[in-house]
């Protein structure tokens, strides 16, 4: 069931390819559909031609025409690794099966079934900072603009240093604040920051605050995040819209996924990784303010 033939394989067998297309053909009739990853190549070796091919290769070509290998596409739309021994081979029957399985599931579920292309990171204060709003009136002058337009205060980022860098856009009214832990004393700078009585209000604030969830330290994390929530609710203006999101096992999920992409066989933290995946999508939000 293996791939990467060799001659040393061969040195016993005594089929020939006639013998193979005679089989193949008994088995295979014309209104028969064929299904196979890269197809074209298996019906070259064999000197076959056959009219009704599904190729998972050409179904899932990119918009740009880029072809997938069935692995990537087997990983990512079935989340089922395959080819994972390397230089060793890989097994054809699991291949066929993966092939199968997209085929069908494509059928199933029409074109939304397919790899989305990988959009270009965006920096959402960067967006903001760059965002032209309204439309233009006849004489020119803008009519309703947005409030990124009409925002003349500055923006604001609190959060881990690895991520501040991502974040930084050059711009001189943007304010970059390292804070590696909800209970470092810079955490409590996003109430301040949002403050409806100070004259040097942030117009958008956007803070990442770390929870380790040791056994020692979560109790007291709990009540920081208690102390931050309460700020903002009797400090900040009402009609200032605050969006609060909670989500748990982001990081170790992270580390997870990194190893399990650059895994090149059998990776035994299946099971885990799913399951840190699960936890880490479903967030929780909570929103404060009227507007």
Known sequence: ??????????????????????????LIHAEDVIIGHSAENDLKALRIVHNNIV??????????????????????????????????GHCSREDAEASLILALRRAKHGSSFRLKESAKHQNVLDIFQKAKGGDQTDNGVSGESSFAERNVRSSVCIGPNDWLTSRSVGNGSQHLLSCESILSSMAMAA???????????????????????????????LKKLDEIIDSLVTSVSTDTPILVIFQRNYSKTNDLTRQRKAATCVWIQEEEWKQYMSSCRNCEALWIGSS
């Not at 040393?8 to 020939?16: A, E, T, Y």
């Not at 918009?63 to 395959?82: A, M, P, T």
């Open 1 to 26: 069931h293996y791939s990467g033939i060799t001659p040393k394989m061969l040195l016993d067998v005594n089929n020939r390819i006639e013998s193979i297309q005679l089989l193949l053909l008994s």
């Open 55 to 88: 190729d998972t290769s050409v179904v899932f070509r990119g918009d740009n025409g880029r072809k997938y290998s069935l692995k990537h596409l087997s990983n990512v739309l079935l989340q089922r690794q395959i080819q994972r021994c390397g230089s060793s």
């Open 191 to 221: 109430p301040s920051w949002l403050a409806s009585k100070k004259p040097s209000r942030a117009g958008v604030l956007w803070a990442k605050l770390i929870c380790e969830g040791s056994r020692d330290g979560f109790k007291n994390e």
